[in-house]
């Protein structure tokens, strides 16, 4: 069987990448109008009416039955074992179609669909504690020196930057495109360096002196080949021109 060349294997990676990024931007589209849905017709639950106990607006169960976690399912008796099969066979008809994930709350045997159901609200304890853990945050002007900027090339072709934590070591697949004023799926990433500092510039800045540099290596590289080529020819013309000069008759040899 044929192999393929490098070209076409970086063809076939470029068309994956391609192919991921708009799949990646079309499940952001749909959460996003999810979201806003949820916002509209007011299906989120408020703190107090899941603390009252109003059931999921997304699917009609109870979003909290307080029946505590399953245990492993190698433990079910079997009695538990015949419950368990009932919710998965509920679950099963409340979201036939809906091929997403689950969420549930701790303590409860309930399920609910990533795609169907919204989150419950965060409570004031979790509240309290976000805004404590945002307290400890260093100051923005800190944070610059952790930040780096990436180069993503997206699926309208533009590209753009971002700047994250350098412990991101990926970056998120659908970012905001500023040109198309739109979401757009990531086709292509690369690290450029320090966001804030002067090396981040710096090593911006080297970044096309190299290419450029590159550029120019192989731009010099053709122009000596070139001249290779030249200089050969015209040494085979001087050959030639020198056989016609002194043509050596035959039999006129040493004697
Ligand atoms: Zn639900
Ligand atoms: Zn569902
Ligand atoms: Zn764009």
């Known amino acids: 069987m044929a192999k393929l060349t490098e070209e ?6 470029a068309a994956r990448a391609r192919r991921e990024a708009l799949a990646a931007e079309e499940k952001d589209h749909r959460d996003t109008e999810r979201r806003e849905a949820w916002a509209r017709e007011g299906t989120r639950l408020t703190w107090d009416e899941y603390k009252a106990g109003v059931p999921c607006r997304g699917c009609g169960e109870p979003m909290y039955d307080g029946l505590g976690s399953w245990p492993g399912l190698m ?5 538990e074992k015949r419950d368990h099969e009932a919710m998965e066979e509920r679950f099963r008809q409340l979201h036939p179609d809906c091929k997403s994930g689950r969420w549930g709350t701790n303590g409860s045997r309930v399920t609910h669909c990533c795609l169907c159901c919204p989150p419950p609200p965060l409570g ?6 976000l805004s404590r853990l945002f307290q400890s945050f260093p100051s923005a002007e800190e944070r610059k020196k952790d930040l780096d900027a990436w180069e993503l090339i997206l699926t309208c072709d533009h590209v753009t930057t971002l700047i994250q934590h350098r412990e991101n070591t ?3 697949r659908v970012v905001d495109c500023p040109e198309c004023q739109t979401r ?3 086709v292509d990433s690369k690290r450029l360096g320090p966001a804030y500092t002067d090396e981040g510039v710096k090593a911006a800045r ?3 002196e190299q290419a450029r540099l590159a550029a120019e290596l192989a731009k010099a590289k053709e122009q ?5 080529q030249r200089a050969a020819a015209t ?3 001087i050959e030639e021109l020198q056989k016609q000069l002194s043509p050596s008759a035959p039999g006129d040899g040493p004697a």
């Open 75 to 79: 433990y079910l008796t079997e009695e």
């Open 206 to 208: 080297s970044e096309t």
């Open 124 to 129: 004031p304890a979790q509240i309290e504690k």
């Open 184 to 186: 757009r799926g990531v």
């Open 170 to 172: 990926y970056v998120r």
């Open 235 to 237: 040494g085979n013309r």
């Open 224 to 228: 000596l080949r070139r001249q290779q």
């Open 8 to 13: 076409q294997k970086a063809q076939r990676a």
